[in-house]
């Protein structure tokens, strides 16, 4: 800031914003002093003030209802990522809203076990170790993968806290906690004794990575090029049929050959049987309207134990299922004489085996979606497995039911058709894990008689014969089954406890489009199961954070940002801001790193700002008189009111963007650029009253501002907030009383008013700026005003004498008063006069118009020339072709401007 001034007091603020020295002392001050728990802050309820939010029917914050957010658990795996800190600033700004609204505001955070991520490093850990699970036996490995959690399952905690979350972190839970997975327990003896949860040998996705079932949710599927491999397979009186695969190794474990009951090609083949080649064992032919007569040959081979649709038909008529892979993706004893070959090996001969037989009728180039595993990438294999399943279809209903509704909105709504996609073609969920990190079925097998018992605890004997040779079922629930129960196992269900009484059903539910399906269904349809009801009113999505091209982030493509770095490197509040200022609900964001050095730069703007109110206040903020105010004061005041308005508007319908743009446009601009410049002349000059003045708006403005900015920057805010002597300041900027709209300090008359001066000093600045004529070069200021405007422009003098650069300012009843060889702007308040005369040497300007009207004419004709090259616009490239075009409508305004400027002067 120019013309800084001491005004008598120490300066305790340093010239520059230094983030690192002040973000981990005031995070743990918050802390430490218990800022995080949900209480009511005895300023806010003391009802010494009436409470307005700016929303009409505002309840005072003793009454008003709780506020509450479940952190979606990050992995112990993990490390913050820049779609961990997205989700960190959207749930903490709500929270630090609502904290400062009044409302008693929980937001719970937690971490998950996640099964098949946290074995995983495990196992690789130990596999550089020469260990495996089974030389470590269950326990071992059990004990191996709680130290492994202490010791790096709180990393991803630490950096949270670095990022500023203001969540209570006594409440802190983890999916593998006693209280949660007592809750897991609960849940799947419940679901058990209705129905909901059964046992049975059905198709499953399978993972020979992971050696592991997977949900639908857990398979990942992108388009691949393949072949689509034409076989024949023959038939009784020389008839037969072909059929098509992009995987021969499964035809070993075909078991039938299905077409449709109306395709007259095949009528006389249905009942009979036709020979798979190779093992030439005979495949019966069945009629199913599931077969599509127009697509391919008609005739579909069925593969039932590899194939999600070919073992429903296979259920339907009967036919035998046999597998013929391994866990581990190779072959098996059923594959004959491939067994033991990986499943592309066991293809490529197989194929060669049907091109000796002449059964290879062709072969063709094939793109169609693969199935990835969601963890590891290795390819999905379809097969037939004995697992655990959650019934779907009653517990999907009554879940699409709450959001259509109402009862739960997503916002975006657009979001609700994925949920809908989704729920209404839901099929049983797979909950059972080959692996042994996890909540462990409660199931137990009698040894003697073979009974199963699902218990909520270990039964001493077998409740049939009384044997005690009792065995746990050795499978592990899907990660996502406890992750479902996070609203309220968090909160202490199974028991009636009062978080539970008072915090469920939480408010909002702040998550990525892309686990709608994952979490965000799975925890609507356990909430009214188990609770009665849906377990929030409102579910923010947000997008994904891409690089400054749009590209997904990522260390293949070497685009990926590390959010601690930047966060070393610029401050937290930084990030936090470019993050979230100007995205819209639900879009992806694009980051840059000259976007976090804009927000690091609004920072030190903001903070150079406070430092010169700082200076300048003479002990405590005086209080403003509004009989003392004049117009620039009204103004600013008034935009002070529209954007508390506007901000808590924007945060009560969860458009954080748009809410953090108007402060960055209101703070950098209104407040920095316009009121303090102007604020300048009352405080360096003689006049006491106008210095108290200046001081009390100045601060009034300031204080307000750094509340409303809270949520978004939250340690510059506070630091700031302790250092300034702002009036009726209480305790930390984090426990303070979010703004109220003032009507007695609310002027949109005046505001009117001063948005037309402030629009002819940019109009003169532009016409000086064209010239390139200093600031220190002053001249007279003509204006002739609109109808209405004479007495606002006369009361604005000194704003256009500081501002706009005038000597004075003469006030003209006709433009035929106006002075010869002068610039004009026609403003709707005023037509503003500049006469050139007092500002330029005409002689100059005029050979400096003339030199610069040449240079373009020629630019112009250079660029017409080109453009009418036919052998240019052959040969170029139509962005190139386009960018000349542009070029030359540039020349052309050019050119037409510099004529206006040599007029003028005539």
Same mark, same amino acid.
């Given at each position: 800031m120019a013309d800084e001034r001491d005004g008598g007091l120490a300066i305790d603020l340093e010239k520059t914003y230094q983030p690192a020295s002040i973000e981990t002392e005031l995070y743990e001050k918050w802390e430490n002093e218990g800022k995080f728990k949900p209480q009511a802050n005895p300023e806010r309820v003391s009802g010494a003030a009436p409470f307005n939010s700016g929303a009409s029917g505002a309840e005072h914050p003793s009454k008003r209802k709780a506020f509450t957010?479940?952190?979606?658990?990050?992995?112990?795996?993990?490390?913050?990522?820049?779609?961990?800190?997205?989700?960190?600033?959207?749930?903490?700004?709500?929270?630090r809203f609502h904290r400062m609204l009044g409302d008693p505001t929980l937001w719970l955070p937690g971490t998950d076990h996640a099964s098949i991520a946290t074995e995983v490093k495990i196992l690789d850990a130990m596999r550089e170790e020469g260990q495996t699970k089974e030389s470590l036996g269950r326990d071992g490995f059990l004990e191996r993968a709680w130290i492994w959690k202490e010791q790096y399952g709180g990393r991803i905690v630490r950096q949270l806290r670095k990022l500023g979350a203001s969540c209570d972190w006594s409440r802190e839970r983890f999916t593998l906690d006693e209280g949660c997975s007592a809750a897991v327990t609960e849940t799947f003896v419940r679901l058990y004794e209705k129905g909901l949860i059964y046992r049975a040998n059905r198709i499953i996705n399978w993972c020979p990575d992971c050696r592991t079932a997977l949900s639908d949710a857990e398979v990942e599927y992108e388009e691949q090029a393949s072949h689509l491999w034409h076989i024949r397979y023959s038939g009784a009186d020389g008839k037969c049929v072909v059929v098509a695969t992009t995987r021969p190794e499964t035809m070993l474990g075909d078991t039938g050959v299905?077409?449709?009951?109306?395709?007259?090609?095949?009528?006389?083949?249905?009942?009979?049987?036709?020979?798979?080649?190779?093992?030439?064992?005979?495949l019966p032919v069945i009629a199913d309207e599931y077969v599509d007569p127009a697509f391919g040959t008609g005739a579909v081979k069925m593969t039932p134990a590899h194939d999600p649709n070919d073992f429903e038909i296979a259920q339907r008529h009967g036919l035998r299922i046999l597998n013929v892979m391994n866990d581990d993706g190779t072959m098996n004893e059923n594959a004959g004489e491939y067994a033991g070959l990986p499943a592309l090996e066991a293809r490529a001969k197989i194929v060669a085996e049907l091109e000796r037989l002449g059964l290879l009728v062709k072969v063709e180039p094939y793109t169609h979606n693969v199935g990835g595993c969601y963890r590891c990438g290795h390819t999905v294999e379809p097969l037939v497995s004995d697992q655990w399943f959650v019934s779907m279809k009653p517990l999907a209903e009554p879940a699409l039911e709450a959001v259509r509704a109402g009862r739960t909105k997503f916002e975006p709504d657009r979001f609700a058709r994925t949920y809908y996609h989704w729920m209404e073609n839901i099929r049983d969920w797979c909950v059972s894990r080959q692996l042994w990190w996890g909540h462990r079925i409660p199931a137990y097998y009698c040894g003697a008689c073979g009974d199963m018992t699902v218990a909520r605890t270990r039964p001493d004997a077998c409740p049939k014969c009384g044997s005690n040779a009792l065995r746990q079922d050795e499978d592990v629930l899907d990660t996502w089954f406890s992750s479902a129960l996070w609203p309220f196992s968090t909160l202490g269900w199974p028991n009636d406890t009062d978080d539970l009484r008072t915090f469920y059903p939480t408010s909002v539910l702040v998550t990525s489009y892309d686990i709608i399906f994952f979490w965000v269904a799975r925890m609507i349809f356990s909430g009214i199961e188990h609770m009665g009801e849906t377990p929030f009113h409102t579910v923010l999505i947000h997008g994904l954070v891409r690089d400054a091209q749009g590209r997904k982030m990522s260390k293949s493509a070497g685009n990926g940002i590390d959010p601690l770095e930047l966060i070393d490197k610029y401050g937290a509040d930084a990030l936090r801001f470019s993050l979230v200022m100007g995205v819209a609900p639900g879009n992806d964001t694009r980051l840059s790193i000259e976007k976090v050095e804009a927000a690091r730069n609004f920072a030190n703007k903001l903070w150079n700002a406070a430092r010169f109110v700082r200076m300048n206040l003479d002990g405590d903020a005086p209080n403003i008189n509004p009989e003392r105010l004049d117009l620039a004061d009204k103004w600013i005041l008034t935009r002070y009111q529209e954007t508390v308005r506007s901000a808590t508007r924007h945060l009560n319908e969860y458009d954080l963007g748009l809410a953090s743009q108007e402060l960055y446009d209101f703070i950098w601009n209104a407040y920095c650029d316009w009121t303090i410049e102007l604020s300048k002349g009352a405080l360096f000059g003689d006049d006491a009253d106008a210095r108290e003045k200046a001081r009390a708006v100045?601060?009034?403005?300031?204080?307000?501002?750094l509340k409303l900015l809270h949520p978004f920057m939250p340690f510059i805010t506070e630091k700031l907030y302790g250092?300034?002597?702002? !009036?009726? #300041? +209480?305790?930390? &900027?984090?426990?303070?009383?979010? $703004?109220?709209?003032?009507?007695? /300090?609310?002027?949109?008359?005046?505001?009117?008013?001063?948005?037309?001066?402030?629009?002819?000093?940019?109009?003169?600045?532009?016409?000086?700026?064209?010239?390139?004529?200093? !600031?220190? #070069? +002053?001249?007279? &200021?003509?204006?002739?005003?609109? $109808?209405?405007?004479?007495?606002? /422009?006369?009361?604005?003098?000194?704003?256009?004498?500081?501002?706009?650069?005038?000597?004075?300012?003469?006030?003209?009843?006709n433009l035929d008063d106006a002075p010869r060889q002068s610039a004009k702007a026609v403003c709707p308040a005023a037509d503003a006069i500049l006469p050139l005369g007092e500002l330029l040497d005409l002689a100059k300007e005029r050979a400096r118009l003339a030199k610069a009207r040449e240079n373009a004419e020629r630019e112009l004709s250079r660029g017409e020339s080109k453009l009418a090259n036919e052998g240019f616009l052959k040969k170029a490239p139509p962005e190139l072709i386009e960018e000349e075009r542009r070029k030359l409508d540039t020349r052309r305004a050019m050119l037409e401007s510099i004529k206006a400027q040599e007029a003028q002067l005539e």
């Open positions: 957010i479940v952190m979606p658990p990050p992995n112990i795996t993990g490390q913050l990522h820049l779609g961990h800190a997205m989700d960190v600033v959207f749930q903490d700004a709500l929270t299905a077409v449709h009951p109306g395709d007259k090609r095949y009528v006389d083949l249905i009942g009979k049987t036709v020979t798979l080649p190779i093992v030439n064992r005979e100045l601060a009034h403005v300031l204080d307000g501002a250092l300034l002597p702002l !009036p009726a #300041k +209480r305790g930390m &900027l984090i426990e303070a009383r979010w $703004p109220e709209v003032d009507p007695a /300090l609310d002027f949109p008359e005046e505001a009117r008013q001063m948005e037309g001066v402030i629009e002819i000093v940019r109009a003169v600045r532009a016409l000086r700026l064209e010239r390139s004529v200093s !600031p220190g #070069k +002053r001249a007279r &200021l003509y204006l002739l005003p609109q $109808p209405g405007w004479s007495e606002p /422009l006369r009361q604005a003098a000194g704003v256009f004498e500081r501002l706009a650069y005038a000597q004075d300012v003469v006030m003209l009843d």
